[in-house]
């Protein structure tokens, strides 16, 4: 298991979903990104910026009660990733020992800031799901870019320019004759078909 720590909630531009951010405390510093839900975003907000809201919300509820029984939370560990959803764990000390509950992460992580408790991720999550930021704050992914630059070298190397000028499945021109030059071939709305 390596440390993480938290390092924001970001909102998607398009979908406008939130992803909980979380980073390697050491090198190599891999990123996770967890899609988590608007109410777990705000919980986890609400308690980085330390605002305490005027009646406790479901996370809060769930501390003083772990709190009023004697128990802690110790640390979530982020333990798996199957078929695109990330699993947890939350790991809770209590007057007859340790227990480690199941739990999504968004919510182990909810409990996990108000209670001041490590977050921890697995090796082989992060090396399926880690990426790396680059200076400009763009998340890159050394080996998956060098498979998409593989692959575009592959392409090119099979690309025969012959069956290019004389394509008979590009889309028929639909524009008036003098809106395109004529040699300019007509515009399509996404990638070959072909593509992967």
Not at 19 to 40: C, H, K, W, Y
Not at 175 to 184: G, I, V
Request: net charge negative; hydrophobic share 40%; no cysteine.
């Amino acid at each position: 298991m390596k440390q993480l720590d938290l390092i924001g909630i970001h909102v998607t531009a398009g979908a406008r979903l939130p992803v909980l951010l979380l980073r390697e405390t050491e090198e190599p510093r891999r990123v996770l990104q967890l899609f988590i839900g608007p109410a777990e975003a705000n919980s986890i907000a609400l308690a980085v910026s330390g605002r305490v809201p005027p009646r406790p919300m479901t996370h809060d509820l769930m501390t003083d009660v772990l709190t009023r029984l004697g128990g802690h939370v110790d640390a979530v560990e982020v333990t798996g990733l199957t078929d695109g959803t990330f699993y947890a764990a939350l790991v809770v000390g209590a007057p007859d020992g340790s227990h480690r509950v199941d739990t999504r992460p968004s919510d182990a992580i909810a409990l996990a800031v108000r209670n001041g408790a490590p977050i921890y991720a697995a090796d082989s999550v992060l090396d399926e799901a880690g990426s790396f930021v680059a200076d400009d704050g763009t998340i890159t992914d050394p080996e998956r870019i060098e498979a998409e630059v593989a692959e575009f070298r592959s392409l090119l190397e099979r690309l025969d320019v012959d069956d290019l000028a004389g394509s008979d499945d590009l889309p028929p021109n639909d524009l008036p004759p003098n809106d395109l030059p004529p040699q300019d071939p007509p515009p399509r709305d996404g990638p070959p078909e072909d593509s992967a």
